[in-house]
């Protein structure tokens, strides 16, 4: 019979798990990507969601530095004692830049990103610029922080082509169906993807 003992502590994966929290409703207004923040019905959206995970024992709280993302981990963080580390990186990927799309513009741009990763819209990024940038901060996350319970405070395109870059079932459909707020718990074995599920919460 095998013993414990008879493993080192580097033979042992330690499980982490992120909550990413894709923010809640907030109005848009072009140009404002950085500070507008949630809507009262938004507000609402995200204090549920901190109801709901207030249960999870959550240990370190990180954002997007854009203002909604913040708001809607706002709640939750200060019912733990945590302050918010901020990371630029997990910004949203702009798909239009200081033009207005309008929304069938957006979302054909939208559409046309996920289908081909390289393909930049005007102004905008890429979804493998996007990806390469944020992915970093998550694995920075998983090796500081081995073992924790992490809030993550994010964006709908952020959130989707994180989980797509380890199972590509989360792609442009699975985008469409995210709401606002939206929750997934992802658990990782050390560094190594081990699945995200759907936190149902109720407002």
Not at 79 to 90: H, S
């Amino acid at each position: 019979m095998l013993n414990i003992t008879d493993y080192s502590l580097d033979d042992i994966e330690t499980e982490t798990v992120l909550y990413f929290v894709r923010h809640a409703h907030s109005k848009y207004e072009h140009g404002r990507e950085l500070e507008r923040g949630l809507s009262d019905s938004g507000k609402a959206a995200a204090l549920a969601v901190c109801r709901r995970l207030e249960q999870e024992n959550i240990e370190f709280f990180v954002s997007s530095p854009y203002q909604r993302a913040i708001d809607t981990i706002a709640s939750l963080a200060q019912y733990a004692g945590k302050t918010i580390e901020i990371y630029p990186a997990l910004h949203e990927r702009l798909v239009s830049g200081k033009q207005d799309l309008g929304p069938e513009g957006f979302a054909e741009a939208k559409r046309r990103c996920y289908e081909d990763p390289d393909y930049c819209p005007p102004g905008g990024e890429s979804s493998r610029q996007a990806r390469e940038r944020a992915l970093p901060v998550i694995r920075q996350l998983l090796r500081e922080h081995a073992g924790k319970r992490i809030a993550i405070g994010t964006h709908g395109d952020v959130l989707t082509l994180m989980l797509g870059s380890w199972d590509q079932r989360y792609d442009y459909s699975f985008w469409q169906r995210l709401s606002m707020p939206d929750v997934y718990r992802v658990r990782f074995n050390g560094e190594t993807f081990a699945g995200a599920e759907k936190v149902g919460y109720t407002s």
